[in-house]
C-alpha cells in the first residue's frame, strides 16, 4: 500500500482565494482526520470522520473551512475565502482501530 | 478534552536509553494512551500504546503508572535517527486524538 496520499504538496495561493487539499487514505481504513499545524499552535484536529461521515468538526476554526468525505476513497479540505493566517502544514490520517496512519502533509502558503 | 503534560525537550547520548515522561492526571478510565512521534519535515508515525498494563514493541517500551496519571516512553537504546517531537496523547471513546506540545529530542552523537 502507498500509505496516506495528500495532494498538493505545496500550495502558493493569494488570499481571498479558494484551497482545495485533496487526501486518499489507505484502502479498508474507516476513520480519517484532517489535522494543522503551526509553530504557533502545534498540532491541532480539525475534523474526524468515521465510515465516511463527519463526526466532530468542532475543530474547524470557522465558516470557511469545510470538509467532505464523499466515499471511502476521497476526502477533501476546502478553504474559502483563504487568509494568510491560514498558512500552515495541512496533515491528513487515516486509521482503523488504534494506530494513524499520516500522509506527508501539505504545505499552504497564503500571501 | 483529556490533556497531557510533557517537558518542551530533553537530550540524551547516543546509545544510551531515553526516559520521555508524560502526565496526564485528568485521565478517564476508558481513554487510552498513544506515543506518536515527527521526525523532521514528516508526518507524525505511530510508536506504542496501551491502556493499563506496560507495553513492548520493537521500536520502544510504555510504562503505565498504576493510577495510570502518568506514562514514560522508554528508548532502550537512543539513535541519531530518534531525534525528533515525541507526543504523549490520549485517545477517548470517539477515537479522537489530542495532540500536546511534545518533547523535542535531541541526541548526541
Known amino acids: 500500500d502507498a500509505g496516506v496520499i495528500q495532494s498538493p504538496r505545496h500550495e502558493v495561493t493569494e488570499m481571498g482565494q479558494e484551497v482545495t487539499l485533496r487526501c486518499k487514505p489507505i484502502?479498508?481504513?474507516?476513520?480519517l482526520f484532517w489535522y494543522r499545524q503551526t509553530m504557533m499552535r502545534g498540532l491541532e484536529l480539525l475534523i474526524y470522520?468515521?465510515?465516511?461521515?463527519?463526526?466532530?468538526d468542532s475543530g474547524m476554526p470557522e465558516d470557511r473551512f469545510s470538509a467532505k468525505m464523499p466515499n471511502a476513497s476521497f476526502s477533501t479540505l476546502k478553504i474559502q475565502p483563504s487568509e494568510p493566517r491560514d498558512s500552515a502544514v495541512y496533515f491528513c490520517?487515516?486509521?482503523?482501530?488504534?494506530?494513524?496512519?499520516f500522509g506527508p502533509g501539505t504545505r499552504l502558503t497564503v500571501l | 478534552d483529556a490533556k497531557t503534560t510533557q517537558p518542551n525537550s530533553m537530550e540524551s547520548n547516543e546509545e544510551e536509553p531515553v526516559h520521555l515522561p508524560c502526565n496526564h492526571s485528568t485521565i478517564s478510565g476508558t481513554d487510552y494512551i498513544h506515543w506518536y512521534r515527527q521526525l523532521p519535515s514528516q508526518g507524525p508515525e505511530y510508536v506504542i500504546h496501551g491502556l493499563t498494563s506496560n507495553v513492548n514493541n520493537r521500536m520502544a517500551s510504555l510504562a503505565i503508572a498504576e493510577d495510570r496519571k502518568s506514562s514514560t516512553l522508554i528508548l532502550h537504546r537512543a539513535t541519531l535517527r530518534d531525534a525528533a517531537v515525541y507526543y504523549c496523547i490520549l485517545r477517548d471513546l470517539m477515537h479522537q486524538f489530542y495532540f500536546g506540545t511534545g518533547t523535542s529530542l535531541t541526541v548526541i552523537p
Open positions: 490520517a487515516s486509521s482503523l482501530i488504534n494506530e494513524q496512519f
Open positions: 484502502s479498508g481504513h474507516n476513520s
Open positions: 470522520f468515521n465510515n465516511n461521515v463527519p463526526i466532530d
